[in-house]
């Protein structure tokens, strides 16, 4: 099991950006986003069924983020608008055998990271 995240960088308040997460080694997988900010701990984000019939966002980045998937790419993307400063962290996907999870333990492969920082 492989996962791999991409599509981090720097930009301004109010900027978008679109994370990707190639995934190879799983099938019929449930897929979510978590990141984790400077000093804090790893925070659920959002979350994708395996199917792509149901998601599920933390009430901080509803409205702005959305969580998709590509299963002929094998990629999960979260698309994130309307950034905001207290978005920055280095953001992570992660792959679960339970629906719609939304905490770190019930994870069970996790991709290596991508830095997001969103500047004033």
């Known amino acids: 099991v492989q996962l791999q995240a991409s599509g981090g960088g720097l930009v301004q308040a109010g900027g978008s950006l679109r994370l990707s997460c190639l995934v190879s080694g799983l099938s019929k997988y449930n897929m979510g986003w978590f990141r984790r900010p400077p000093g804090k701990e790893r925070e659920f984000v959002a979350a994708?069924?395996?199917?792509?019939?149901?998601?599920y966002s933390t009430d901080s980045v509803k409205g702005r983020f959305t969580i998709s998937r590509d299963d002929a790419k094998r990629t999960v993307y979260l698309q994130m608008n309307s950034l905001k400063p207290e978005d920055t962290a280095v953001y992570y996907c992660?792959?679960?055998?339970?629906?719609?999870?939304?905490?770190?333990?019930?994870?069970?492969?996790w991709g290596q990271g991508t830095l997001v920082t969103v500047s004033s």
């Open positions: 992660a792959a679960s055998a339970s629906y719609l999870a939304t905490t770190t333990s019930q994870y069970s492969a």
């Open positions: 994708i069924n395996w199917s792509a019939s149901s998601t």
